[in-house]
């Protein structure tokens, strides 16, 4: 039966001679789908056009400028000093002390600014506007902020004292304590950390 049939089909399909021109186009297509690097992998992959007569002849044109590797590149050794390395961060211990000159004054070590949240020292430098000497939270650069988030001000006073322990921040109460999770979780998705705060060796 299923013979009869395919017999049938392919005495229908050989008499016609669109339907060679669309079984070859069908093959076409089912093998560049299959096999995509056969055909054109250059032009996808690397993004130069296809070679043509045109692209040959300015190739042999500017061959003599191709003369030697350090000719076709851009990098240069004198330019190649110029490059900016991409800036890196030492994740380090910083005490309450040594956190204190990163408040962007003048002064602040490479002008930046940092600030501890729960034990975790961010560099907030990016919101200068609110942690700069001119910022309303201008007070938190360069200290230990958890007690202040957690109460809600930013007045001097609520800063801890620079040469006591860290503030253990155990009186906080329920509210205060979610209020500062709230904060953390804000400078964490928003600053990179580039430390944790520590206690100084004798305190
Ligand atoms: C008078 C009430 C206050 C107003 C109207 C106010 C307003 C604002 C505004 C508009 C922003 C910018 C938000 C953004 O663009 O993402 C902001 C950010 C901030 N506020 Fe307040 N604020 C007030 C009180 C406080 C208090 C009491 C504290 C805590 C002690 C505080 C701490 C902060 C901090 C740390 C940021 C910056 C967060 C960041 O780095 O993205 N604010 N505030």
């Given at each position: 039966m299923i013979q009869e049939v395919f017999g049938r089909f392919l005495h229908d399909f050989k008499d016609n001679p669109i339907n060679w021109v669309l079984a070859a186009a069908l093959i076409y297509m089912v093998q560049a789908i299959l096999f995509?690097?056969?055909?054109g992998a250059p032009a996808t992959e690397t993004g130069t056009a296809p070679e043509t007569s045109d692209t040959r002849a300015a190739d042999q044109a500017s061959s003599s400028k191709k003369a030697s590797p350090a000719a076709s590149s851009s990098v240069t050794p004198a330019s190649r000093d110029k490059i900016k390395h991409p800036e890196t961060v030492v994740f380090k211990e910083y005490t309450m002390r040594e956190l204190l000159p990163y408040n962007g004054a003048d002064g602040s070590p490479n002008g930046k600014i940092y600030m501890a949240v729960s034990g975790k020292v961010f560099d907030v430098s990016r919101g200068a506007n609110f942690y700069g000497p001119q910022g309303p939270y201008g007070n938190f650069a360069g200290q230990d902020a958890s007690r202040g988030l957690a109460k809600g001000t930013f007045e001097k006073d609520i800063l801890p004292d620079v040469?006591?322990?860290?503030?253990?921040?155990?009186?906080?109460n329920a509210e205060e304590r979610d209020a500062l999770k709230d904060w953390e979780s804000l400078f964490v998705s928003k600053y990179p950390q580039v430390g944790v705060l520590v206690n100084e060796k004798d305190a």
């Open positions: 995509p690097s056969v055909r040469g006591k322990p860290i503030d253990t921040l155990e009186d906080l």
